[in-house]
Structures are given as structure tokens and as C-alpha cells.
């Protein structure tokens, strides 16, 4: 039988009851025949604790020893998780990112994965142990430890199965799969059973939290299938995986949205070249992540109208670094609204639809919401709206492309 | 300047205030222009909280997993450091066991340290960092994580001190040195300026708790001066370094007392070779350490009675283990005394000086004190004692040897 990566979050670890758990299910696979790499989280609010401690000592604590840092958070679980293992009598090692060889650059706090030798892992195997991998963490080439970013433990898991040639990376979490749209908001929400990893990554970084974007990008790249299921239950779950014919079939898979938006206008600019570049070059500069960007060009063709969108984090930060420059830019005035959210249909049918992105507007018109900003992909419709219409919008939306109901046409 | 190697214990790092006060330490030695490595140990209570979570979950937790989760306490404190250290303008570098090279043997919990490469401390202080070393910890050959056992930062420090030639190795704690007798049980305490290495080498294994025995021989073997002091105060120390003829005008230099000692005796056993190996041997399996042994011979010379002490925590099982022999060593009873304690005095001096034994046996007759056993070695005399009346003998040895003052001759 083949080799498979499970991941478990750390809500699913989050006790010494939910360990003894989690062995449990691992020892189920294990005794099937499988070979078995587990990568955990640290325990719920173990890595918030650790980073609240640093903020507390320091006014802002040194990325590389901030790595050393929170890196104990996966080191304690693997620990733990193997001492439950082999009480159950299943032979297990716990592997930190130094042991097995988890290359990445040295961006501490986010690193990003090189490589990753497989052969402690193949060791680990053969000796028929179950390796308990830290998640989060890895190495560079002057041995520094470094994390991977909020998320990470899925990037180390798909990148895990990818380097193994894993048949399935299962990632274990608090919910039993990706929904249509969020189940708070929408009861109507479905789950589904299979996604393609283009719809997955727009979904992650449109706003659905339950895989980090990054460890999709891997998926995909390696076409490794992620199964996204429930640590406490057996039924559910589902599938990333390669788009198919099947998968066309749905126009839109889901509805995504991202509350964390805020909008600034900047009015009347002189529409030359390097316009742009004044203005987000010293906002990329301040660490200012920019989402959307819309420039209208005035009845006059002389000047712009130019808005973007930053997380609502980042908002007074940037609405400072941008009033500095409106003198320069020669703007008439910049107008800033905190209370914007960004509203999202996904699907790989879009490719072949027409009118959806039509559609989505006139459905939004109907009940009233003005549209504020919009922005397209292939595969995925962004609108940006008040933020106080979002779970309406949503709501319209589902019912609209009918997703309560699986493989509709338009 | 030179390198000096300075070591923290958990009371001395264990909270962020005091954290904060160890780099304004650290920070002040750098800045008088030495070479400097901090070896510093979890925050107190963290290790036990660890070794708690372990035993909650596990009934008896993988040693090599054990040493995973345990290292976690160290490795959190020197970053934290490293933090501070950088907020104070001073370079600095946290380094873990298998970063810098600490090579060990794979006796998880209790491993001792091969060798420690010196390369990557040495490039540290070449680009001018303080390096901030996690103590306790080490790496064997094939990159598992190992642990040194109680106290075994002592040792980390110490030996860097070793393999760096370091001028000094400084051990910071909470109390500000060596006393002549604990100063909690005789207010007449004096604190040693100096103490040769085989003194400090008996002191600490008969119960002074000052440093760990291993590092004091670490220390002996490669000539490493350690200088004990505390933490939050500039004054005091004691600087345990080799034996000169100054020493030797010391007869006594110090009591040291133990009170976690049981004793068994075994009565009557047959007087013929091989029966000591019956005895100890069970007991060594079972990992129960022997201290003192003393065999008499009957009057009829064919028996003898055979008694040696254990630790209180030991007692019960080796008790169990001697009465399931006693049939075998054709014993006639095996009695036990778990209210003993053991009543030392230590010196260089001894050596050359005669009477010092006969002047401790008749001090404690003198109040009367049974003496129950008696160990020797070249510079310590040892007696057991009822367990209640240990605070009165030390009192009684300390006005004998008249160890209020400095340089006493007999």
C-alpha cells in the first residue's frame, strides 16, 4: 500500500484527550498497511501564546529568534504524539524540520520551501515507524530554523506528500469540508465533494480559511490530492483535486467572501506613466499588501480616478502614506471608506459560461447593492461592496446560481 | 579580553522582567569588550510543567520523546534573550545543541556530553554576537535530541568553558555562593571565597545543591575556574578553581548534609564470595543507586551482616527486591530504617591532618548522636545519622571545626 500525510490542525490537538484521539486514528491507518507521515500544529493557542510573550518583550522582536520561538509550539505535539502512539503499540518518531532536511530561504516568520530530503522520511518507513512530523517549520543552509507563515502546517504537508509521491494528503480540521459558501451565513450552504485546485486557490485567497493558498499552489504543481475532512467525524470530507469534464458541469462552485477590506480613492491624478508606481512603490515599501486596483480615466483623458484596496489593518497606514503623496501626484483629494468587503463567485464552468459575471450583478442589483469595485480572473467574479450588505449579498448569490442544488446550468 | 562563559538557572530567567535583567548583565560584560556565551535554562517551572504533561498523558513516556518535549523550555528562553539582547543594541545569536554541534551519547535523560564543536561559536564572536546557547540539551550522531538530567546546563556551561578556553565560566543562580553549611539550618554559615574542585566534587554529591557533579568534573578535568554567584546581586561568589597550599590550611571547609537516604540491613548472610554481586546487581537493574555499603563479619565468621543506604524514593522497591532474596542469601532478617540521614564533612586539609574523623565522631557523641555508618574517602568523612537529628549535628560539626572563622587549623 502506499504512503499517505495526514495533517492535524491544532484544534485537533488541542488537548491530551484530543492526542490520545488523533493517535487513534492514525494507528487505525497505520495497522491498514499504510506508510504514515502525521505533520501537527502546535496545540490551539500555543503559537499565539509564544508570539504574545515576544510582543510583550520586545517593542518588535527579532524575525529570526521569533522563529526560534514559536517553532517549540510543533516540537511539544510531536513529542506528545508519538508517546501516544507508541502506548498503542504503534512504533513511531517524531521528525523536526532539522531531521528530516526541510530546506527553505531564510524569510524568517515566512519562509518559503526549497526542498525536502526524503530520506530520513524512507528510513522512518522502512523501520515501519510512523513519522510525526513538525509542521510550520523547516531549515535554511546555514541551519537557522524558520516558520512558514500563518498556515504553514498544510504547505508542510502537501509539499510532504509531494516529495513522497504520497497517494492522498488528508488534512484534518475543525470542519468536515469546503462549503458552497459560509454555513454561518447561509444555511443553505452544501458541501462539496470534489474541487479542482484553481477553484481551491481562489477560494484560500479569497477568503475561505480552510487551507493555507500556498500549500494549494503545491498541490497543484505536484498534483498531490488534498482531502480536506473532519477530525471528529468519519463522514464528509472533500477532495482538491485535478479539474475534470465533471467539474465543468458547475458554472460556480462557491461564494467567498473578505470582510478584512478597506477602499481608498485617489482623485483627479494626472494619467501618466509612473503614476502607479509612485503610489504603491512606497506602499509595498511599508509591508502594505494592495488587493484590488481600479483606474478610470476622467471625461478630460488628462486625469484619473484610482482606487485600491488594502486590509482594513493596513487602512490608517496607508491612508497616511498616500496623503503625504497627493501633493506630488498633484491629486485633488483622497477619500478613504473602512466599511467595504469583497463578495466572490469561483467556478472552472466560467471558462465555458457566458453571462455570469452578469448575472452576479444584476442578482446583487435586485436587492438593492451597489457595486463598488469589480475585478475578474478565468475563473472567479470579485465584487467590492458595503461592507453591511456581505451575509445578504452572499445569500443572494447562492440562491442565484442555485448552488444549494449540485451540477446546475445556468 | 578572553571568553567568558556565563550560565543563567531557570529562578534567574523566569519571568520577562528577569529576562530583561539578564541581558542588562550580558550586555555590560560584552560591552567591557569579552567574548561572550550565554548558556541559559528553561524558565523555572517550565520543564516540570512539560515533564507534567507528558506523564498525564503516557503512563511511561518514550525517553526519546521525553528529551524532544523537555529541550522546548530551553529553546524558548533563548530567544526570548536573544530578543532582549538585540533591544539593547547587542548582537546576539541563539544557538540550540545540534546548531552549534553539543555531541552526546543517546542515553536519552541522562546523556553525557562526547565532544562540542567549537567552529560555530567561534564564528559568532568573530562577527561580534553574543551567543545564547540552550543548555541541558545535545545532539548524538544521529541528530536525535538528547538531554543532560537535572542540572545539566551546569555541565553545558562548564564544558563550553572547556572546549572555548574560556577565562571563566560564571554560574548565575539564587544564592551568591558556596557556604561552609547551608545558612537556612546554622545562622553561623560563612560563605567560602574559594574551593578546590574535589571538595566542590564532594560537596555536590553529598548534597550541596549548588552545581551539578558533572560539570564540577568537566571542570576539574579540563582546569576550568567557575565562579558561583547570584543573579541579582553584584556582591559575593565563590570560585571553585585547583587546590593550592592557601586551601590546605582549611582542615574542614565545609558540612554538607542529605537527608534523602534510607538504610537496609541484611542480617546474617553467609561470609563468601559472590554475595555482594547477588545483592547489587538486582538492584543496579532496577536502576536503584547503592551510596554506602558497610559489611561486618559475625563472630563466628561465617556470617556477616551487610548494610547500605538507597534513596527514600528507592527505598520501598528495594526493600521488596532484598526481602526475595533473602531466602537465597540464606539470610536470617532484612530490617530497613527509612529515617536516616547522612552527615558529611568536607576539606582538603584532612589529608594532612590527622584526627579530623575522631574529632567529628566525638563532637556528635558529645550531644549523643549514634553514629549508625561510616564512609571515608581522602578529603571527606561521612556518618549516618538519625534522620532527626541532622539540623543539631551540622550545627555541632560547624562550632567543632570552627568554620565561622577562615583558616582554622585543628
Redesign the interface.
Known sequence: MGIIVQKYGGTSVGS?EK??FVANKVAKRYREGHDIAVVVSAMSGETDK?IR??K????S??P???D??V??GE??T???L???L??LGVPA??L?G??IGIRTDDAFMKARIIDIDTSVLRETFAAKEVAVVAGFQGITDT???TTLGRGGSDTSAVALAAVLGAELCEIYTDVDGVYTCDPNICDKARRLDRISYDEMLEMASLGAKVLQTRSVEFAKKYNVPILVKSTFTDEGGTLTTQEDSEMEKEIVSGITYDKNEAKITILGVQDKPGIAAMIFTPLSESNINVDMIIQNVSADGKHADLSFTVTKTDYEKAMSIVKQLSGELGARDVVGDPSIAKLSIVGVGMRSHAGVASKMFSSLSRVGINIQMISTSEIKVSCVIDEKFIELGVRVLHEAFELERSRTAL
Open positions: 491530551l492526542i490520545k509564544l510573550l515576544a510583550d518583550l520586545s517593542p522582536p527579532d529570526r529568534e521569533m526560534v520561538l517553532s517549540t516540537q511539544v510531536i513529542a506528545l508519538s508517546m501516544a507508541k502506548d518518531r517524531s523536526l532539522f531531521q541551519r537557522d530554523i
